[in-house]
Each structure stands twice: as structure tokens, then as C-alpha cells.
């Protein structure tokens, strides 16, 4: 059985930091590209951040380019996203999901979501 575990939510003040942990089981851990996606009450689910099954590539949607970092842990069967510079509209359920193939951006590319860390963030 496939799972994957996300923590490391919570709640901060605008201007600081979380990093978010997601550990996946049952799965070859290193066959597979990694996401980060996110939701807010009422919204659709958003791409966040991609990585590649080394570690090599990554890919981050606009509004987070230069302030969070995934990256990854093969030997731990762990993904992370740090998160720096936090603003209120990052505040959501941050879900990680492995990448079967096709487009990276696209939820319905991915497999095995995990439950999801809250992130809070006040103003």
C-alpha cells in the first residue's frame, strides 16, 4: 500500500519560514519525480514546486520562484519544501503527490496524495 505523510505545517507570521516534510512508503521512492501542490478554502488544487527522481531539476510556480526550495532525500524516501518569506496568500493545505508522467503543473498527472499539512499564515 502506497502512502504519503506530510508535516511541518502550522502557523507563522508573514516574513517567516516552515518547511514542510512529506515521507512516501510502498513505492520505489527514487523512480519517481516529485510535486508539491497546495489548496485554499474554495480554490482549485495549485502546482507549487516539482523535482526531478535525482534531484536534479526543479520547476516552481511564479508566485513562489525564489522564495521556496523542494528538494529531496532519496535514502530518506523523503521530499521537503522549504518556505521562506511567507505571505498570507501562501496560507493553504499543502499536499505532496508523486509524478507518474506528462505535465508536472497538472494535478491529474500525479498519484498518491498524501492528506495534506496546513499551512497558516497571519498578517
Known amino acids: 500500500q502506497v502512502q504519503a505523510v506530510e508535516s511541518g505545517g502550522g502557523l507563522v507570521q508573514a516574513g517567516g519560514s516552515l518547511r514542510l516534510s512529506c515521507v512516501a512508503s510502498?513505492?520505489?521512492?527514487?523512480?519517481?519525480?516529485m510535486g508539491w501542490f497546495r489548496q485554499a478554502p474554495g480554490t482549485e488544487r495549485e502546482f507549487v514546486a516539482h523535482?526531478?527522481?535525482?534531484?536534479?531539476?526543479?520547476y516552481y510556480t511564479g508566485s513562489v520562484k525564489g522564495r521556496f526550495t523542494i528538494s529531496r532525500d532519496n535514502a530518506k524516501d523523503t521530499v521537503y519544501l522549504q518556505m521562506n518569506s511567507l505571505k498570507p496568500e501562501d496560507a493553504a493545505v499543502y499536499f505532496c503527490?508523486?509524478?507518474?508522467?506528462?505535465?508536472?503543473?497538472?494535478?491529474?498527472?500525479?498519484?498518491?496524495w498524501g492528506q495534506g499539512t496546513r499551512v497558516t499564515v497571519s498578517s
Open positions: 503527490a508523486a509524478h507518474r508522467g506528462g505535465t508536472y503543473s497538472d494535478a491529474s498527472s500525479y498519484d498518491y
Open positions: 523535482i526531478s527522481r535525482s534531484g536534479g531539476s526543479t
Open positions: 510502498g513505492l520505489t521512492f527514487s523512480n519517481y519525480a
